[in-house]
């Protein structure tokens, strides 16, 4: 799974760690919102959806 990535690396949350995004409603929205996007790399959403779960 080294390919699954920690952190983001576009975007308004660039460098942030996706797990710390699940503490505040933007981030945690803004992950629901890449898992909804058609050309979301699999291994980033996989990583979304991994930090979604874990709260």
Do not use: N
């Not at 576009?10 to 058609?38: N, P, V």
């Amino acid at each position: 799974m080294a390919r699954v990535p920690t952190h983001l690396s576009f975007g308004k949350h660039k460098g942030e760690a996706i797990a710390d995004l699940t503490t505040h409603s933007d981030g945690a929205g803004y992950l629901k919102w890449l898992l909804k996007q058609d050309t979301v790399d699999p291994y980033l959403a996989e990583a979304c959806q991994q930090a979604l779960d874990s709260v």
